[in-house]
Antibody
Framework: QVHLQESGPRLVKPSETLSLTCTVS?????????WGWIRQPPGKGLEWFGS???????FYNPSLKSRVTISLDTSKSQFSLKLTYVTAADTAVYYC?????????????WGQGTLVTVSS | DIQMTQSPSSLSASVGDRVTITCRAS??????LAWYQQKPGKVPKLLIY???TLQSGVPSRFSGSGSGTDFILTISSLQPEDVATYYC?????????FGQGTQLEIK
C-alpha cells in the first residue's frame, strides 16, 4: 500500500523559498506514475503545482511556473517542491500526490498534507 | 487553459435524496475527468476517474457520467456521511485543473 508523507518547515518568511519533501513508501517511485504537488489555501479549492515522472519529464502549472521547481530523488524514494519568493497568498495546505495518467493524471493517493504559513 | 466550472456551488438535500453535481469544461476533454470528495479537515478522496469509473472501495451510490464538456456526479441516495465538498478535475492535458468545489449539506 503506497504511503506519502510530506516534510519541511511549517513557517516561511515572505520573499523566502518554501521547500517541501515527500517520502514515498510501499511503491517504487521509479515505476509508472507521475508524482506531484497540490495545494489548498485555507477555506479554498485545490490548485495543482506540477508533476514529475521518474524519467525527469515534468509539467508545471503555467501560473506558478516561474517560481516552482519539482525534482525527484529515486535513491531516497523522495520528490521535492521548491517555491520561491513566497507571499502570504502562498499560505496553504500542501499535498504531495501520486498521479495516474499522462501529464500527471488523476490523484489516486494523497499525502496527509502539511500546512505551511507564510509570515514574518 | 481549460477552465472547469461546477454547479451548484453549494446545495442542501435530505437523507435519501438523489443528488446531482455538474462540472463543465470550457473545451472538450473527452472522458479525462475525475471526481473527489473532501470531508471537513480531511484529505481529498478519489471517487471516480475516466468520467464514470468508480474507484475501488467507493460506495455504489456514487456514479459519474458525461463526456466532452459536460459531466455529472450523482449520489443516488444521500447518506449523512456524504456531507463534504466535491471537486471535479480534468487531466487530459497540462495544466491539470480543478473545479471550484460544491459544498453538500444535509437538510
Amino acid at each position: 500500500q503506497v504511503h506519502l508523507q510530506e516534510s519541511g518547515p511549517r513557517l516561511v518568511k515572505p520573499s523566502e523559498t518554501l521547500s517541501l519533501t515527500c517520502t514515498v513508501s510501499g511503491y517504487s517511485i521509479s515505476s509508472d506514475y507521475y508524482w506531484g504537488w497540490i495545494r489548498q489555501p485555507p477555506g479554498k479549492g485545490l490548485e495543482w503545482f506540477g508533476s514529475i515522472y521518474h524519467s525527469g519529464n515534468t509539467f508545471y502549472n503555467p501560473s506558478l511556473k516561474s517560481r516552482v521547481t519539482i525534482s525527484l530523488d529515486t535513491s531516497k524514494s523522495q520528490f521535492s517542491l521548491k517555491l520561491t519568493y513566497v507571499t502570504a497568498a502562498d499560505t496553504a495546505v500542501y499535498y504531495c500526490a501520486r498521479l495516474n495518467g499522462d501529464y500527471g493524471g488523476f490523484v489516486d493517493n494523497w499525502g496527509q498534507g502539511t500546512l505551511v504559513t507564510v509570515s514574518s | 487553459d481549460i477552465q472547469m466550472t461546477q454547479s451548484p456551488s453549494s446545495l442542501s438535500a435530505s437523507v435519501g435524496d438523489r443528488v446531482t453535481i455538474t462540472c463543465r469544461a470550457s473545451q472538450g476533454i473527452s472522458n479525462y475527468l475525475a471526481w473527489y470528495q473532501q470531508k471537513p479537515g480531511k484529505v481529498p478522496k478519489l471517487l471516480i476517474y475516466a468520467a464514470s469509473t468508480l474507484q475501488s472501495g467507493v460506495p455504489s451510490r456514487f456514479s459519474g457520467s458525461g463526456s466532452g464538456t459536460d459531466f455529472i456526479l450523482t449520489i443516488s441516495s444521500l447518506q449523512p456521511e456524504d456531507v463534504a465538498t466535491y471537486y471535479c478535475q480534468k487531466y487530459n492535458s497540462a495544466p491539470i485543473t480543478f473545479g471550484q468545489g460544491t459544498q453538500l449539506e444535509i437538510k
